[in-house]
T-cell receptor, first 109, second 117 residues
């Protein structure tokens, strides 16, 4: 079983729409959780960390459910510039990051 | 955020040759650097973890004699793909971490696209 599983998409949504991505992880001992954004042929960049209490950064909201080993990312009022691949990342052990395959989002004008 | 550079950004080589990729942390000291590989439409897969001044730790299935890693200073790690073959063609990305006790954000380099003919 993969450490991190994501729906690869693609998600094609109109501008202004709200879209949600989900991710599950297999190791209950995982310690930290993140969403990264990766543009085509570029390196991943940290979008936000994910906390049990949930956290929000502008149009982006991340949630963690440890009991269900489930992480989510909600994007409100989608912009064209949000088009990218969103990677769910789980840390297990010191500095060991496990990446999901990513969910591709395309925001359509 | 901190900056990590990689060189070259793109390389095309013949089968059987060796290719060296450099990863530099430009404005911080990276006690730990990671090397990842990403095949098309797949996730980043960790290849190895290198700590400055010590031998790299390789993930299962990664041949240490084929992928030579040297982390000689706090700002430079190199990955050498020896006797490259077409199946080694991939996107290689490094990342650096400052500190090493608990999780610190990994700063990724821009990646090196290797094509082996």
């Amino acid at each position: 079983r993969k450490e991190v599983e994501q729906d690869p998409g693609p998600f094609n949504v109109p501008e202004g729409a709200t879209v949600a991505f989900n991710c599950t992880y297999s190791n209950s001992a995982s310690q930290s959780f993140f969403w990264y954004r990766q543009d085509c042929r570029k390196e991943p960049k940290l979008l936000m960390s994910v906390y049990s209490s949930g956290n929000e950064d502008g149009r982006f909201t991340a949630q963690l459910n440890r009991a269900s080993q489930y992480i989510s990312l909600l994007i409100r009022d989608s912009k064209l510039s949000d088009s990218a691949t969103y990677l769910c990342v789980v840390q297990t052990g010191a500095n060991n990051l496990f990446f999901g395959t990513g969910t591709r989002l395309t925001v359509i004008p | 955020g901190a900056v990590v550079s990689q060189h070259p950004s793109r390389v095309i080589c013949k089968s059987g040759t060796s290719v060296k990729i450099e990863c530099r942390s430009l404005d911080f000291q990276a006690t730990t650097m990671f090397w990842y590989r990403q095949f098309p439409k797949q996730s980043l897969m960790l290849m190895a973890t290198s700590n400055e001044g010590s031998k790299a730790t390789y993930e299962q299935g990664v041949e240490k004699d084929k992928f030579l890693i040297n982390h000689a200073s706090l700002t430079l790690s190199t990955l050498t793909v020896t006797s490259a073959h077409p199946e080694d063609s991939s996107f290689y990305i490094c990342s650096g971490v400052a500190g090493g006790v608990s999780y610190n954000e990994q700063f990724f380099g821009p990646g090196t696209r290797l094509t082996v003919l």
